[in-house]
Structure formats: structure tokens, C-alpha cells
């Protein structure tokens, strides 16, 4: 049953600390830094942004211009530009400039990994109202531990962004935690395999001072990835996982992740300051 509790680390020292951001313009540090000299970062980072648009394609038949039909066509994948990077934290950076660098980093990335999900949603609906492409449904049943077709759709239905985005900022100190620096850890799962990249914490756990890994990801996407099909695929979230088919609304949805942080810590009150005073609703796809 090890398996099945929630795998994060070092959250909840952070959320007292992550609480500050939102009430305090005092700047305050968060973690140790782990490069004791980082350099501001003068080249750009791209964050690529998928964006889908109508054209309108224009011939010339006999000298005249006949418009023909509006075509559908994916747009080549728009470069967001911040001149961040997420394994380098600069020094003396006020509060504003911390989110600042969250925002660069994170909601574009966040967009766009919710974007697929949602893709990957809509086509496996159809796909399943219309009695198609057996061997996808399948792979995915048997990908996300679903039971039949139903609770394959459950699982694969993306939440809210401003609710990933809140936990990114919880758990990652707005995303200047030793793992995220590190491993691109976000969320600050952890990690029971020993043969996946993973990184040791300076925690352990129980009586015997068993030692806790996190993962390392190979990126900032497929951090956002794992940590949507943890609360997809995990016994501990099925409550959420039926709250959020019936509502899109973050702050009823956040009552239903109480197995996310430990009993007496305020982490829902910590994730519905942070929405609202960080108007995070705003991100949420309509």
C-alpha cells in the first residue's frame, strides 16, 4: 500500500512559506539554492505554444481573385520567448519578479500539456461513442488502470490549469525548490523505482530512516504529464476524478484533493488564496 499514498516531498514545509507570497511583499527565500552563484540567463528560452487557426487561401483564376473555401490548418507551433531557465535561479529577486518567472516557465507549459489531454479526450470520446479504433481504447484502458470505457474517459478528462498551476506554485516554491531546479520535479513526486532517473531528498521516512527519492524528469512537460496522470491513475483520487466530470469550478474541486497533503494542514485553503489572489481562473479553458 506504500505505493498508493501520495508521493510528494517537501510541500507542506513550503506552504507556510508560499502563503507569504500571497499576503506579504517582503521577499523571502524559500529554499537553499543550489548553485551559490547562478548567472542571470541572457539567452532566450522557447516554450513551444500550439495554436490552431483558420486560412484563408486566395487563387487567381482568369486574372480575378476568387476566395476559395476557409480551410483549417495548424499553424506552425508559436515560440513563447522568456529569457528564464528553469535550472538557473537568479539571485535577489523580488517577490514580483519570482512569479514573474513561474508565469514564463509554467502557464505556457501547463497550457499546452492540457491542451493534448483535453485533444486526447474529445478523440477517445468520439472514439468510443462511435464504436471505433478498439486497439487505442484498449492500450489507454489498460495505460491508466481503468476498469471499462467510462472509467477510462473519468481518468483521461483533464482538470482546471489554475489548479495546476497552484500546485506547481505550492509545491515548487514557485518553482525555485531544490528538485525542480535539479530535476524539473515540480510537483515533488516521489520515486519507488530504482531503475528510473530520480534524485535522493535530504528526508526520510518512518522508523527506519528509510531514504526518499523524487523523480527527474527530462523536462518541464513531462513533469506536468506525470503529475496528471498520477491524479488520474491513483486509487487515492477517486472522489476528485467523479467531482470533476460534473464541475470545471477549481474550488469545489479542491475539497475532493484532501488525500493530496497531510490531515491539519491548511493545503485547500492554501490552493483557493493562491487562485484567487493570483486570478488564476482566468487560464481555465471554457
Known amino acids: 500500500m506504500k505505493k498508493n499514498k501520495i508521493i510528494l516531498a517537501s510541500s507542506f514545509v513550503l506552504l507556510s512559506a508560499i502563503l507569504v507570497y500571497v499576503s506579504s511583499s517582503q521577499d523571502e527565500e524559500v529554499v537553499t539554492v ?13 516554450v513551444e505554444v500550439p495554436k490552431t487557426i483558420k486560412v484563408i487561401e486566395e487563387k487567381k483564376i482568369s486574372g480575378e481573385k476568387v476566395s476559395s473555401k476557409a480551410t483549417e490548418v495548424k499553424k506552425k507551433k508559436e515560440k513563447f520567448q522568456t529569457k528564464y531557465k528553469l535550472s538557473v535561479l537568479p539571485e535577489n529577486m523580488s517577490v514580483q519578479e519570482k512569479k514573474q518567472r513561474f508565469n514564463e516557465l509554467l502557464i505556457p507549459a501547463v497550457n499546452h500539456v492540457y491542451t493534448d489531454l ?3 479526450y474529445d478523440e477517445v470520446k468520439s472514439l468510443i461513442n462511435n464504436r471505433k479504433d478498439n486497439k487505442r481504447v484498449q492500450s489507454l484502458l489498460k495505460k491508466y488502470n481503468a476498469t471499462n470505457e467510462q472509467d477510462l474517459l473519468t481518468r483521461l478528462k483533464p ?14 516554491g514557485w518553482a525555485t525548490s531544490r528538485f525542480t531546479l535539479i530535476a524539473n520535479n515540480l510537483f515533488g513526486v516521489w520515486s519507488f523505482d530504482p531503475n528510473e532517473p530520480r534524485v535522493q531528498a535530504n528526508e526520510t521516512r518512518g522508523n527506519k530512516d528509510e531514504a526518499i527519492y523524487v523523480k527527474r524528469y527530462a523536462s518541464l512537460n513531462e513533469s ?11 486509487p487515492l483520487f477517486e472522489e476528485f476524478r467523479q467531482a470533476k466530470m460534473k464541475t470545471n469550478d477549481p474550488y469545489t474541486l479542491i475539497q475532493a484533493l484532501d488525500k493530496y497533503y497531510k490531515e491539519g494542514d491548511d493545503y485547500d485553503t492554501g490552493l483557493n488564496e493562491l487562485i484567487k489572489y493570483n486570478e488564476l481562473e482566468k487560464y481555465d479553458k471554457q
Open 34 to 46: 543550489v548553485n551559490k552563484n547562478p548567472k542571470t540567463v541572457e539567452t532566450l528560452t522557447q
Open 118 to 120: 483535453q485533444k486526447q
Open 159 to 172: 482538470h482546471p490549469q489554475s489548479i495546476a498551476i497552484a500546485q506547481a506554485a505550492i509545491q515548487s
Open 224 to 234: 506536468i504529464q506525470d503529475y496528471y496522470k498520477l491524479l488520474a491513475t491513483s
